[in-house]
């Protein structure tokens, strides 16, 4: 409708009194917005007069800028001639990753999901491991997610004919190749610049269902226009303050055929994780000025700075709500106690997924997996489980098809990874993905004729010895690919003594 | 009243047969004080006929010198034209230490209370970080004080409106903007010039209690007289075998508007803590001499040094005349069991502070945490918890709020946190102070509403799993943080061999 | 009966179009098997119109091909005279490990099983290693069958005459001089030219028992025609798909001597061990075309390509079968469950193993030792334990005399042993293997005498504490000698740069 | 008698075939010996026809070759004047030794136990320190033995007047300053030129125990001789084969006024101490040839050379016989079950020491305080304990009184205490033992008066939480002291080769 602004006249625009920017070929007057920001004002400003797209794209939806400023402030497109292309230098730090990418292992070498975070703790830009890699406070949920599977033994039964095994089951009425799902994870393009599309186009080609991510980078439209014909998607919801925002969004994904609804609820508040919050912090040279007497500053990692829509209000008088504006099946994810699994239960919702949001809410917090034995015992007790109508979900530490059985043999009907597939794209886009499909399903087939069982029907509690979950004491002997991976949280850093 | 004492005059008394110093001007006859003072002779005559201000300030109460002598050996004010000034000289480690000081991370990339502990570890001298962080024998309660708190999980609720959260509170009738007190830790001047006084003002800008030391370095009326209109104070009581003494200290106390008597009650004698008597003796050329046959020094670090006057007969009988000379509510610092619980509650004293001592006497006496749960319990079979007239506090190991709000489910009314106040003023003074209690609001803030509770009151037992907490095995995945600024103990050092 | 090939003739059959390969003398033509061969097609056809014997010995056994390829592709004798000679180039990791060797401790100075490990480790070729010690997944399993022994302790008697100990015993109704059998392990020749006949000549010798293993690199003649008089050998068998190969050789077994069959019942599929995966896939050149698109290759590691006959639909109702071609027992090796044990008893078999295949099959699987407490229990509670018609047997862990006493404390009939037995040979060939077996006798001395027992038979339950078997914590003090031995699992590998 | 022989008679035997020696100024015929000697003939030819005195001394009681040797093999006193001086080199590793006994720490830097074992360990021969810190196997047990003090925590009572307290008790009716006494252990000259002097001498000044060793260096009447008035002395007994050499000894003890007599009952035959052994073979060039085929040698480290005399026969049937040889109280040392301490009570002796020898027999078995939980709970059902008549203590792994005080709450009399005083002696000659008696006295006051007890009577059960005492779990967190003295065990070494 607007003629073209001219690069000219943005550029005239370039400070706090009034401050434009362009993103992907519009032009927005964020001058009163600049202290709304959540990332801070100064990271805004360091764009001012100028075309922001690429420090915008990786870290906000794409809509973000549209849906969080009034119309009035969307001042049209801007004359693709006239614009000063910012040239992006290459960093020293942007050629050492080009050499480390290059010299990564050849894809076939990746012998487990370990490999893909070894991988991309290399090659991934500092703040986007930090993003990814981070977890709250002192991270020991984080790391407790992966040692429970590890506190379960198998009681594996032999002389079993294991000719054939078959993993396939279906999730929520929904077929899939693997009793896995691609568990939501935001920013993706901080890792791979196809961002999460790289998750869509390995689940339509493998038969995953994959959940998409209210804070995706790509949009939710993208990643369905991307999909196969019969492929499946299940929506994470963070609600938003502003419910009519909530309402829509539902609704369109209900219209462009998903098939369930994933609602987080432990997440009033993003959590602290200080890796990220650090790495945002060291560096960057304003905040030495803040040590001479300034306010604190907003800035307080990714994490924190993209969520700040979300509700800390919600609350389970909002079900009903929910089960007014869509018909798709409700599942609340993040439930961490039997007396909310059964309050869910009451509520008719169709199920939860177990979880402390991959260690990166409460501290100290149990796993999904510890949970889930939890909440079979009440729900048994109550005659509603196991129930065709509600399904318990798990998710966090899974890295091993072992993990996958070991949860299913316990009552899951199917278990989330996030994590492992974010950093299958990072290290090598579609194609890591895909591998790590692939080493599922290899470990799979071993570990079900190792099991002795046929089928995921045939998985029964007696087959785990679950009797030290609680203990919360690391089983030893330990795991070493983990613990070559993990890398531990850092202190302060001092800025030029060698200590 | 005396007129001024030349400095030449002292000077003449430089020797053990008589020896005068000066400390803040005034002039004081040791001579039959050598023997007696708990520090050795050795350092007294260091400063014979000079002025002992500087070295006399950061390890005692203002007020030791004064109440130790007789009157009589009080000689008068120094004419202070007349002293020659004790040129300090700026050593190698003064230098290192102020460039280290100058490198110090900028106060807004303190993420967390270890974080302070990281930082003083570098900028302090050598004896302040052995005084402040040594604990007693092998150091393992003041590590299990830690741990203690990893050893008890969470169970959060979901889908609560959690949109408000308050964390104040009262203790003992005081508001509180937080439900953590400073504890009394001694010697602050070891750590920064201004001392305890950094705490008062940082206390009172933010309404938090501070509990006032016997053995802090800043007289208790510099504190009381720091204090902002309605800031509160609880006063810490080591009992002088001088029972005078004692009484005349409370009654001041009281008369000043201390709100309640926490007695110390697990010292008797001050623990050995051996990485602070350590470092007192290596690098001291005199100590070789003991080799030689001589007798064993009475020199056994800081801690025992100053503490020769606590009484070790105090005892359960002397209760009632405490409670004969003062009004404020008496707590009982120190309580390690069940049964002298019950004691307390019986001798009619209005609380109890469940607590090692910061690990620093008894060791492998369990943690404050792991009491708690058997006194509540214990209490509770009699009908004495909860109790409005008898509340529990709890100290030592405290780093997270998450650790906090563990505490206060489990029974706490409040918790003390000491170390860590010290450690943030010694990195950063009051404003080191002022970001901690920052740090415990923000962390409050988010782990209220990530437990699903809006006030302190909605805490309850069931919120977090304690079954593990008489385990005593470190709770794997263990904690990062910690353990990189934990510093191990070290053995004998040999002189020159390069082993 | 054929004339002789000649050398030159050979040559010409150099491409996949026709590919003719010599082992032993014999020539083969191979073309139509190149993609059935379980190692992949490359590495025939780098052999293709050439002598392979040296590269085909060490893995597989001696018959490997003259069985798998039909009789009209087996061409004849080769005239010797005529073949160019594949002259091995002595390689710098060749003169590495021949120095290696020659500095390795003198025999003398092994005191215990763990040494054996620690020489073999640095003298062995690295995919020996690999192929050797790796073990499944995390190889949490492997480590875990060490420190089960260590979780359990003894209750040693005092002041019983133990002049005179003797621990000689029968296995299976054949005297053995020790409560240990050699276990079957494969590719022998992998450490020691002479591959397993170091086993056969060295148990001969000292009265022990070896299992002959289905996958040796010696045949299982070659063993039994190495035996002297009275010595006795057990077989383990995978079972072939085709039934009729698994016949002749437990017939032919039996007709040789052999006195007791050991059917494993724990690999209906080989285990993926990464260890040995990962060092099959780095540094081979063609892998890294893989990346560019092909599709994945077979090659996984030696385990997985010998192993590819062995026939998954194995069951229980194909023990009758086994029980009407021999009149050998059998021994089902890899129960590991109680209900599997009961199951077996009902069957009527001899006896059970009860393992985990050394780790290197199912991950997190338990100990021999953990299941035996499990499975006497449930035996003994059906009148079934002890009996003398159905023998329990562990192994899996094994380094100690008082490994062995444990396990037999807890009612295992005998133990197996098979790495350290390798290991001990690749280090020392047969002498080492004598070594290992005087270690155990001078440790049962010990032990015995200092457990207070004269023979096996006195040894009781209650002389050792289990009660923590099943605590899979690992029970500290850990084991010294066992960490410097165990070589943590490795991460895929970048190719050049420098991290 | 004899006429004086002279030096160079005694040369002319210096083979095989005719082996004369010299020790302590005497001349002794060894020929028939040589193959008899524990500790092998090539030691003993390389002195012969010499002075063998100083290799003699340390590592032989005094009365070894007289006792062992028939007295026709006695030949006479050498002439002093006529033997050749062997002037023993001063090696490099001499000179390096002296230059860090030069600079270890001054003693008055020593604080705990710990100290001593780190100072010894720099400044013993290798050799001794092999002999000393030496455990069996895998040396678990060792260790154990330190940490099980560790997984016990103090209740510790609070407000009691501990203004005066007083660890002094009496052991078997013999006053003694501390609730310790000292242990029996061997050969004291290989840490110390007066051996076990130091111990004599330090005991007699401060009122300690000191149990004397059978295979003391110095000999009975040495240590008896230098005794200060109304010092007490035990004695510990390996019973010798020949009953007469036992009952000589034990009654001319008896008759020099020793109080105890403690039977080892615990050592059959003496454990394969792996660090022992390995040092006494590397390094040894003769070893070299018995890879070529030799017989194994009989040397084994210097613990089964020297005990080879000692009787594996003993049963409970001897007990009689002791009683009727003396009137002393006899207490068994080394029960480890709750079955023999009922055997031993029954038997009419007058106590027993739950030890496991040091860790240094039979590995894994249990620390001595583990033992006492099960003994004294077994006793008393019986209505044996507690007994003025039967007394129980415990050795192993004591380092602190905290330690002490623990023992004694559950139920021990008193504690034996071994390798500390030998670190003490090694490192400082008598003024160490003195100064770790010193240690023990601080540290005793400092604890009881922070337990809140005055006398050890009122020591009780329920002040220690011993209730994870049989979980073997490494309570956390760890003493980080004995870990950085602790040496691993180490692996057979390569000659030359760099790994």
Redesign the interface.
Same mark, same amino acid.
């Given at each position: 409708m607007s003629v073209f602004i001219s690069g000219e006249e943005v550029e005239q625009h370039a400070s706090r009194d009034s401050c434009w920017i362009i993103v992907h070929g519009k032009v927005f007057d964020v001058t009163d917005f600049l202290d709304e920001h959540p990332g801070g004002s100064k990271i805004i400003l360091k764009y001012a007069g100028k075309d922001a797209t690429e420090a915008y794209e990786p870290i906000h939806p794409p809509d973000a800028i549209t849906s969080n400023l009034p119309t009035d402030k969307h001042l049209g497109a801007v004359d693709p001639n006239t614009i000063t292309q910012v040239v992006r230098e290459v960093t020293e730090a942007d050629s050492r990753r080009a050499?480390?990418v290059a010299? $990564?292992?050849?894809?076939?070498?990746?012998?487990?999901l370990?490999?893909f975070e070894?991988?991309a703790r290399?090659v991934l830009p500092e703040k986007a491991w930090a993003y990814y890699s981070s977890a709250s406070?002192?991270?020991?949920t984080i790391?407790?997610n992966r040692?429970a599977y590890?506190?379960?033994?198998?009681?594996?039964?032999?002389?079993?004919?294991?000719?054939t095994v078959d993993w396939s089951t279906k999730i929520l009425g929904q077929k899939s190749s693997l009793p896995v799902y691609i568990s939501a994870t935001a920013l993706g393009k901080l890792g791979h610049p196809d961002g999460e599309l790289n998750l869509t186009r390995a689940a339509g080609k493998h038969g995953v269902i994959q959940m998409i991510a209210t804070l995706a980078s790509c949009s939710f439209d993208e990643m369905v226009d991307a999909a196969v014909p019969d492929q499946q998607f299940f929506l994470q919801l963070y609600v938003n303050r502003d419910r009519d925002i909530t309402k829509r969004y539902v609704q369109h994904a209900e219209k462009r055929g998903v098939k369930a609804l994933f609602i987080t609820?432990?997440a009033?508040?993003l959590? $602290?994780r200080?890796k990220d919050?650090?790495l945002k912090?060291?560096g960057d040279e304003a905040?030495?000025e803040?040590?001479k007497g300034q306010a604190?500053?907003k800035d307080q990692g990714v994490a924190r700075a993209i969520s700040a829509f979300i509700?800390?209000?919600?609350?389970?008088?909002?079900?009903p709500w929910f089960q007014s504006i869509t018909k798709m099946p409700i599942i609340?994810k993040?439930?961490?106690?039997a007396?909310?699994a059964i309050?869910a239960y009451e509520a008719g919702v169709q199920g939860i997924v177990l979880s402390n949001h991959g260690g990166r809410?409460?501290?100290?917090?149990?796993s999904g997996l510890e949970i889930l034995t939890e909440v079979t015992a009440a729900l048994r007790a109550r005659g509603a489980f196991p129930s065709p109508a509600f399904d318990i979900f798990v998710d966090g530490g899974v890295r $091993?098809a072992?993990d996958v059985l070991k949860a299913l043999a316990l009552g899951a009907k199917a278990v989330g990874v996030g994590r492992p597939f974010i950093y299958a794209f990072s290290a090598y886009g579609q194609e890591g993905v895909e591998k790590a499909i692939?080493i599922f399903r290899?470990?799979l087939?071993?570990?079900m004729?190792?099991?002795g069982v046929r089928t995921l029907d045939e998985l029964r509690p007696?087959m785990v010895?679950a009797?030290?979950i609680?203990?919360?004491?690391?089983?030893?002997?330990?795991?070493?690919?983990?613990q070559?991976?993990y890398q531990?949280?850092?202190?302060?850093?001092?800025?030029?003594?060698k200590?």
């Open positions: 050499a480390l010299s $990564r292992p050849p894809l076939d070498e990746v012998l487990n370990h490999d070894a991988v290399v406070d002192d991270e020991i790391r407790e040692l590890q506190r379960v033994w198998f009681r594996p039964r032999v002389l079993r004919n294991v000719a609820v432990d009033p508040q959590g $602290r200080e919050m650090r912090l060291v905040t030495s803040v040590q604190v500053p509700d800390p209000s919600l609350c389970w008088e909002d079900i609340l993040g439930v961490a106690t007396e909310d309050l809410q409460l501290d100290t917090a149990r $091993r072992s692939q290899d470990e087939e071993m570990n004729r190792l099991l007696e010895d009797s030290a609680r203990s919360h004491v690391g089983s030893q002997p330990d795991d070493k690919l983990y070559n991976t531990p949280l850092a202190l302060a850093q001092f800025r030029t003594a200590l």
